[in-house]
């Protein structure tokens, strides 16, 4: 049995505030030790429930250079850094029986909910086929593609209602409760830890019983993006247009992972000052 685990962390108990999920910012090392706490405890849920299991871990965060490697469960692998081919979900593959998101959170705009945004803040919106999706959806819906039924997901109670929206019968841990884009009341770390323990056990032993996210192609995919020189860069990709709207690029994706790539990199650009 195959089985990734994406790591983000504005989902991580505790955590609630920008200073904390960003390298270098107040209590950011603090954070990371969490993150890397929480996702242990999901990987030793996978493990009970299938001792063979070979257990993946991708970091999903800024950088994806967060999780403290030699803190991290030794019967795991790490998919650490950027670019990378598809993301979040890097290591994926159609062998893989079954994805968890850890320490996941709401899209641009799905608040209140803690740190919400959609891949970054030049992004204010993602739409496919007109149906707007954050993080929760494309990561869902690029497993799916390959086969893969996200069975887990553990962040505030607005990514986890986010999720299940799109898989009835995923398992759920609301690691604490949204008061807003940077607070939260939030379970003690021992306990999301014991939580997540439990229900990854649960879930993977579940894993055949959880509906795959399918999005047939071709796809209509607007992204809203901030920065009106961002907007020019976009459009100067073949096939990326300028849509209504002048913060508004779109273009056509055979399918959800051409999608997700161009997505992707449409974020990256963002990066990019005027020369
Ligand atoms: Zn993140």
Do not use: W
Request: proline residues 7%; contains cysteine; negative net charge.
């Amino acid at each position: 049995m195959k089985v990734l685990i994406s790591a983000d962390m504005e989902g991580i108990s505790g955590v609630v505030h920008p200073t904390e999920t960003n390298p270098g910012g107040y209590d950011y090392e603090r954070a990371r030790a969490l993150m890397t706490a929480e996702v242990n405890a999901a990987i030793a849920g996978v493990l009970e429930a299938v001792p063979t299991a070979e257990v993946l871990v991708a970091d999903a965060h800024g950088p994806f250079r967060n999780l403290l490697p030699e803190e991290l469960d030794r019967r795991v692998r790490l998919a650490r850094g950027k670019p990378r081919p598809l993301g979040m979900l890097a290591g994926l593959d159609d062998a893989t029986d079954a994805v968890l998101f850890v320490g996941y959170h709401a899209r641009s705009g799905g608040g209140p909910a803690v740190l919400a945004h959609t891949i970054s803040d030049a992004v204010l919106d993602v739409r496919l086929d007109g149906r707007p999706v954050g993080e929760i959806g494309l990561n869902a819906a690029l497993a799916g593609f390959h086969g893969a039924p996200v069975v887990l997901i553990s962040g505030d109670d607005a990514a986890c209602a986010e999720l299940r929206e799109l898989v009835p019968g995923t398992a759920t841990v609301a690691v604490k409760q949204a008061l807003g884009q940077a607070a939260a009341i939030a379970l003690h770390p021992d306990e999301a830890r014991a939580q997540l323990h439990r229900v990854a056990a649960r879930a993977i032993r579940r894993h055949d019983q959880v509906p795959l996210v399918t999005l047939p192609g071709p796809l209509r995919v607007e992204v809203d993006l901030y920065g009106p020189y961002t907007v020019d860069l976009a459009t100067l990709i073949p096939g990326v247009s300028r849509a209504a709207g002048a913060r508004t690029v779109a273009f056509t994706a055979d399918d959800v992972a051409q999608a997700y790539g161009l997505v992707q990199l449409l974020t990256q650009l963002a990066q990019i000052k005027p020369g």
